[in-house]
């Protein structure tokens, strides 16, 4: 018997939960929200990163980034620097208290991710990585699939 999924609203209300509920934790343990967290990992793995690039790969807009990042510069997590190879590009760099900071969460991401996958077995685990790695690289595709000739958008839809 097939079980009929709401995947997509079910992802909607499982995100805005998961993370309303990791920023409680990590604004009253480092005083950070998720997402300035995010940032902190995205620049220990690859320092001196523009706002363009960092949005990019947080999947977030540039403009968002941008006062994020500026709360970030206030509180010395972060620094806006001048490209050394182009003048006319800013790069954002891990300040040492960011990263003071990051290696406090890196713990509490730990927490967060035995949490999540403590239910499952590694099977199961493999399904999950599966699935949320092929909706990342896949996600335009699945949101906006193309046609095919003489096809409709709902026949698309039902077999992405």
Do not use: C, W, Y
Request: aromatic share 4%.
């Amino acid at each position: 018997m097939s079980v009929k999924l709401r995947v997509f609203h079910q992802l909607q209300v499982a995100h805005n939960a998961l993370f309303r509920a990791a920023d409680q934790r990590t604004r009253q343990s480092v005083g950070l929200t998720t997402s300035q967290i995010a940032v902190l990992f995205v620049l220990s793995q690859s320092d001196a990163q523009p706002i363009s690039e960092i949005a990019k790969r947080l999947s977030m807009g540039k403009s968002s980034l941008t006062g994020l990042v500026d709360r970030m510069v206030d509180r010395g997590l972060v620094a806006r620097i001048a490209s050394t190879s182009d003048r006319r590009v800013i790069n954002v760099h891990l300040a040492q208290n960011g990263a003071k900071i990051l290696a406090h969460v890196k713990e509490e991401t730990s927490h967060f991710n035995a949490a999540l996958l403590a239910p499952f077995n590694d099977k199961e685990q493999l399904v999950i990585q599966r699935f949320l790695t092929h909706l990342v690289d896949h996600a335009d595709e699945i949101i906006n699939p193309v046609s095919p000739p003489g096809g409709d958008d709902h026949d698309a839809i039902d077999t992405a």
